[in-house]
């Protein structure tokens, strides 16, 4: 079946740090891979996606980029503020939108001033 | 716009206690979805359903009950509630195609004692 892992957490960096979070993924066929976030006490917003390979997905200064040949979607961001601290997941989908989420168990970062 | 909506926020059950615990979505979204959260599993699928009348199980179903008698509201239960059912709840939705992610709640925090 799909599955996303994750690098484990937690992951504290410094302001303006540069921050990359691994994201794998085992899927059938070509999935859609997205990035969601959440912020404390909140549900999960979505930060980015990307649907099909070499896509690249950005929003807020975070970048992945759908690699389809390592299976990856790592997230980046060259310079992080206190306000990016939050709980990062990854996730997959079937390229239609049919099939539930499957939700990597996701990567807590701290930004310290 | 509210976007989905949980109630409660907060429960204290006692073990054996029932509950039902409510989401409603005013996006009209075909389709939506329980997930329970808890400390380094990530999001896990509890029940989902593709339209008003039908329901589905996810990754982590035994121990509750969904029904979606209309588009906009889906209610999960718990008709015998264990210490193992403590988590966070998130509700969702979603039309595919998934271009626009899932939307989810703010979810509820359930203790069972």
């Known amino acids: 079946g799909n599955s996303v892992t994750q690098m484990e957490g937690p992951v504290t960096l410094s302001e303006e740090a540069f921050l990359t979070i691994n994201c794998t993924y085992t899927?059938?066929?070509?999935?859609?891979l997205f990035w969601y976030v959440q912020y404390p006490g909140e549900g999960l917003q979505l930060l980015l996606k990307?649907?099909?390979?070499?896509d690249k997905g950005s929003n807020k200064g975070f970048e992945a980029t759908y690699r389809k040949e390592t299976t990856s979607f790592h997230l980046e961001k060259g310079s992080v503020q206190v306000s990016d601290s939050a709980v990062y997941f990854c996730?997959?989908?079937?390229?239609?939108?049919?099939?539930?989420?499957?939700f990597g168990k996701g990567t807590r970062l701290s930004v310290i001033a | 716009n509210a976007g989905v909506t949980q109630t409660p926020k907060f429960r204290v059950l006692k073990t054996g206690q029932s509950m039902t615990l409510l989401c409603a979505q005013d996006?009209?979204?075909?389709?939506m979805y329980w997930y329970r959260q808890d400390p380094g599993m990530g999001l896990r699928l509890i029940h989902y359903?593709?339209?008003?009348?039908?329901?589905a199980k996810g990754e982590v179903p035994d121990g509750y009950n969904v029904s979606r008698l209309k588009k906009q509201n889906f209610l999960l239960g718990l008709e015998s509630a264990a210490p193992s059912q403590t988590s966070v709840y998130f509700c969702?939705?979603?039309?595919?195609?998934?271009?626009?992610?899932?939307?989810f709640g703010s979810g509820t925090r359930l203790t069972v004692v």
């Open positions: 969702a939705s979603s039309s595919p195609p998934l271009g626009y992610g899932y939307t």
């Open positions: 899927a059938t066929g070509y999935p859609s």
């Open positions: 990307a649907t099909k390979a070499d």
């Open positions: 996730a997959l989908s079937d390229r239609g939108g049919n099939t539930p989420l499957v």
């Open positions: 996006m009209n979204h075909e389709y």
């Open positions: 359903s593709v339209g008003e009348g039908t329901t």
